[in-house]
Antibody, heavy 123, light 106 residues
Framework: QVQLVQSGAEVKKPGASVKVSCKAS????????ISWVRQAPGQGLEWMGWTTTYNDNTNYAQKFQGRVTMTTDISTSTAYMDLRSLRSDDTAVYFCARFRRDVETIASWFDPWGQGTLVTVSS | DIQMTQSPSSLSASVGDRVTITCRAS??????LNWYQQKPGRAPKLVIYTSSKLQTGAPSRFRGSGSGTDFTLSINNLQPEDFGHYYCQQSYSPPYTFGQGTNLEI
């Protein structure tokens, strides 16, 4: 079955970087993009950006421009999200999701999602 | 950025009820609107995509509608497993913004 499995929880100090991985299985990895969404404790969902998987084209939310890098490794069907200069308000669960796009329209959606990775930023 | 506003923010209902959640976009997004269900401690799950298309495996009691700026998610014959948070999300243009969520309590 289609599945995305993320790396484990991380604890980082302010100013540090974190790299979260997302390993895909059950489908052709290069046929879909990967998007990243985060959720602060008790809060809603925030889209961070997405990346293609065949040529590493990216589209980042303005809020994260300059601090985030999304990459993929097609040899292992794994996507990565690297977030730098961490602050306490980056404490959140980070989700990856397969980014599906309709072939005839601009419609897109996220399905399925990884289980989430808790990143805690604390001194 | 396109702002997405959901109402109500929380909703209490009983098994067998019909409930409706609304989502309004700050500008027209055609039919490019998705709905997700999230249970505590779990990842979101796609329920409806492109306003009215039922995701494979989602129960037929879920129904989405709307276009332009106003959208609704209806759940008929509410079941105990339908509790959780529901989020709308626009896919018209990046950043792909979400509504603030609706907490459905059974």
């Amino acid at each position: 079955q289609v599945q995305l499995v993320q790396s484990g929880a991380e604890v980082k100090k302010p100013g540090a970087s974190v790299k979260v991985s997302c390993k895909a299985s059950g489908y052709s990895f290069t046929s879909y993009g990967i998007s990243w969404v985060r959720q602060a404790p008790g809060q809603g969902l925030e889209w961070m950006g997405w990346t293609t998987t065949y040529n590493d084209n990216t589209n980042y939310a303005q809020k994260f421009q300059g601090r985030v890098t999304m990459t993929t490794d097609i040899s292992t069907s794994t996507a990565y999200m690297d977030l730098r200069s961490l602050r306490s308000d980056d404490t959140a669960v980070y989700f990856c999701a397969r980014f599906r796009r309709d072939v005839e329209t601009i419609a897109s959606w996220f399905d399925p999602w990884g289980q989430g990775t808790l990143v805690t930023v604390s001194s | 950025d396109i702002q997405m506003t959901q109402s109500p923010s929380s909703l209490s209902a009983s098994v067998g009820d019909r409930v409706t959640i609304t989502c309004r976009a700050s500008q027209s997004i055609s039919r490019y609107l998705n709905w997700y269900q999230q249970k505590p401690g779990r990842a979101p799950k796609l329920v409806i995509y492109t306003s009215s298309k039922l995701q494979t495996g989602a129960p037929s009691r879920f129904r989405g509608s709307g276009s332009g700026t106003d959208f609704t998610l209806s759940i008929n014959n509410l079941q105990p497993e339908d509790f959780g948070h529901y989020y709308c999300q626009q896919s018209y243009s990046p950043p792909y913004t979400f509504g603030q969520g609706t907490n459905l309590e059974i």
